[in-house]
């Protein structure tokens, strides 16, 4: 259980978002109320389920307010549940993650027009050259390799020789598995292009 | 057809299914090597400490899917590869717990209280059997268990329930999950409401696809897997990595001690655990039928129930076979039972069920509940021939497991030296690759890593997983019955209160919730292996 008042603020939170929900979110994104009457025959709404999840998730969001407002202080046995150690470690980690994610998408694309040659002066767009090597595993092999490099290395707060290797045998066993045998599957990011 | 016609026509299904080769001109059917190549996935798995079964049918699911396509001959081979590895890794659970004092898998926590005092007596081969008899006979019983009652609790709920009343035990079952998942019950049903208000979005029956804010992206609402691997796979890995990046310096290398001595376990000892493996297994599979309730308090109480009976000369806690046994039954015990709720009644009751669930909704021409066990005689339910081919497929998963999965299971020790810093990067990776597979969009990867996070802060402020995940499974299901229900009852605002067995639903739920939080429980006992 966390401290007292963490459960408070978060139940206050769950508690506004739950009423938010309900109050403006779904009144005006569902086309049809909880329920509907439409040439005499009345059927239940889109808008019925979510209603009554999100106004019980605002009643049980009051009673663990209510519950832990009448808790002892004493009961808080554990640390934080965010503090600037985790927040530093989750930019950190969401860093590596978009940059990965954009070697994914855009490695590919660049090396093309970089280095494709298409016939005669015609240029060469991403699509045409996605099925060809190496330009189709060119994202994937950036993106996955480090993907896997660096978050090891965030989590042992060093760059090792050893882990540049078994992240890089890594993504070709991945490819070995995915690639080389399965014709019809796409790796990242083939199938957007 | 008859019902032994049924059981023949499933385990012809299995035999004589899809051809994977041939050996001497005798085919062998892709379920099969399906089977034990899961099985034996799942014993490495389950012996790797930070990793468990649910990881491996996270990842291999959409995998799985694009291999073998969107059709019915892909039932089986996937979803036996997914039993193999569920039946796998709960042997392997055993090994690091029993060889270095690190449970493999949640479950087996209890098991290094006696394992690993085993293994520094220099009886680690001894510990091994044990875990591994115990662990085999548990599933077994569990899964005979399960062949015997789904079948009947299936026609029953089929005969007797209506769709209020229908939609009334969904709403039970959600409710008990969310009450004994975790520590508090109230954060167990806001994330199992936040479920079924996460799965509404970009669904319903209107032509504009509710609460997706006019944007394309949402319209067609979440993908299931994607959502599903997000929170369950993606936000453990990633509470995983910031525990190892808080904790660098505590990660010592796995030291093994050296074996001496008898390390055979003779039909006598084997007939002496016997009472403590019987027990244990009731524990078990009772405990497997509730929904929610994980496989960790199963082995807990199994535990406690061998230690009252135990009288020998050394005592649990101290290297006793018989805490080994009295653990690895119990926990072992749930997987079979744990598929009683999933088969009969549609609802998963933990993660592994899960994966089943969806695998059958992601392929289709199999939808796990209550009309699977219709024995219609005029014509073929071919629902029914799967689901036999299913309980054929653990019949061979247990005869892996007697045969040769002891032998393997002793050599996989090596497995609890990976170091999981390098091993986790590469899950995060995989899992990502999956996905893309699988949607071949890089939305879906976005959703993904969204969902991750999603899983990773519940994880922070303690609200629990399961609940909010089966309610996202379940939501499509409970409100299709709810419309049903109300236009049976004719627009009656109190549809599901019309008969006496839904009322009796409705207030057990509530009561349930009641119950559980009269006191506040422990997070480890009472929680299952994600939450």
């Known amino acids: 259980m966390l401290g007292r008042k963490t459960e408070l603020v978060l139940g206050a939170i769950l508690l506004v978002l739950s009423l938010i929900v309900v109050l403006a979110w ?7 109320g909880m329920i509907e009457t439409f040439r005499r025959q009345t059927t239940m709404g889109d808008a019925f389920l979510p209603t009554v999840a999100a106004v019980l998730m605002a009643f049980c969001a009051g009673v663990h307010l209510f519950i832990n407002f009448r808790r002892p202080d004493n009961l808080g046995t554990e640390c934080p549940a965010f503090d600037g150690k985790g927040l530093v470690f989750l930019l950190q980690l969401t860093g590596i993650t978009v940059l990965s994610v954009a070697l994914f998408y855009w490695a590919g694309p660049i090396a093309v027009n970089l280095f494709a040659q298409g016939e005669g002066d015609e240029a060469v767009t991403y699509r045409q050259m996605r099925s060809t090597y190496p330009y189709k595993l060119i994202g994937f092999v950036t993106g996955g390799f480090t993907l896997v490099l660096f978050t090891t290395a965030l989590i042992e707060g060093r760059f090792r020789a050893i882990r540049i290797l078994s992240s890089l045998l890594f993504v070709a066993v991945l490819i070995g598995i995915f690639d080389l045998p399965l014709k019809n599957v796409l790796l990242p990011p083939n199938g957007d292009w | 057809m008859s019902v032994l ?22 085919g062998i059917s892709i379920t099969i090597v399906m089977v034990t190549f899961g099985f034996f996935l ?51 659970g055993a090994v690091p717990a029993i060889l270095f004092n690190t449970p493999g898998t949640p479950d087996a926590l209890m098991t290094t ?34 062949f015997t009652t789904a079948p009947f609790l299936a026609i029953l709920v089929e005969s007797y329930l209506g769709f209020a009343e229908k939609a009334a035990l969904i709403i039970l079952s959600l409710s008990f999950v969310a009450a004994v998942v975790g520590a508090s019950p109230m954060k167990g049903l806001i994330a199992a409401f936040f479920g079924i208000l996460l799965a509404s979005i970009g669904t319903g029956e209107d032509l504009y696809p509710r609460f997706s804010m006019g944007t394309e992206f949402l319209a067609n609402g979440f993908p299931l897997i ?34 001496s001595g008898n390390n055979g376990l003779s039909w006598k000892e084997r007939r002496a655990l016997a009472p403590f493996i019987g027990t244990s297994a009731v524990i078990g599979t009772l405990i497997g039928a509730l929904p929610g309730i994980g496989s960790t308090l199963a082995a807990t109480l199994g535990y406690a129930a061998g230690q009252k009976m135990h009288k020998g000369p050394v005592r649990f806690g101290d290297g006793a076979p018989e805490g080994i046994a009295a653990t690895e039954a119990a926990n072992s015990a749930v997987s079979g039972s744990n598929l009683i709720p999933v088969l009969s009644l549609g609802i998963p009751g933990n993660v592994s069920a899960v994966f089943l669930i969806l695998a059958a909704e992601s392929i289709g021409g199999f939808n796990p509940g209550p009309s699977v066990f219709r024995f219609s005689v005029s014509e073929v339910n071919p629902e029914l021939v799967i689901a036999f081919g299913l309980f054929t497929t653990m019949m061979i998963g247990n ?3 007697w045969t040769i999965g002891g032998q393997f299971m002793r050599w996989v020790g090596i497995m609890a030296r990976v170091p999981k810093q390098v091993l986790m990067p590469m899950v995060f990776l995989l899992t990502i690759t999956a996905v893309y597979v699988q949607e071949t969009d890089m939305l879906a990867v976005y959703f993904l890593l969204a969902f991750g996070l999603l899983g990773y802060v519940m994880r922070k402020i303690r609200i629990p997983i399961l609940p909010f995940v089966i309610a996202f499974i379940l939501a499509g299901n409970l409100e299709t019955v709810m419309r049903q229900a109300f236009a049976v009852s004719d627009a009656d605002p109190f549809f599901l209160f019309r008969s006496g067995t839904s009322v009796v ?5 509530v009561l349930v919730v009641i119950f559980f939080s009269r006191k506040p429980k422990h997070d480890v006992t009472v929680s299952s292996e994600v939450s």
């Open chain 2, 5 to 26: 016609d049924y059981v023949l026509a499933g385990i012809m299904a299995v035999f004589t299914g899809p051809e994977a080769f041939s050996i001497f001109g005798i």
């Open chain 2, 505 to 509: 639903f409705l207030a057990l739920a």
């Open chain 1, 26 to 32: 779904i009144p005006l994104d569902s086309e049809t």
């Open chain 2, 113 to 146: 209280l006696d394992g690993y005092p085993m293994a520094k007596k220099g009886q680690a081969g001894k510990a091994l059997r044990t875990a591994h008899f115990a662990s085999a006979s548990g599933d077994t019983f569990s899964d005979l268990v399960l």
């Open chain 2, 226 to 259: 994607t959502a599903v691997l997000g929170v369950l796979i993606l936000g453990e890995v990633i509470h995983s990595f910031e525990d190892m990046w808080r904790d660098r310096r505590s990660r010592n290398a796995a030291s093994i001690v050296t074996q």
């Open chain 2, 399 to 401: 005869i892996l497991n």
């Open chain 2, 42 to 92: 799942g014993i490495v798995i389950g012996a790797t400490p930070g990793l468990g079964g649910a990881f491996v049918m996270a990842v291999s699911l959409p995998i799985l899917i694009s291999i073998f396509g969107y059709t019915p001959d892909a039932l089986l081979p996937v979803m036996g590869f997914l039993i193999g590895v569920m039946k796998g890794a709960t042997v392997g």
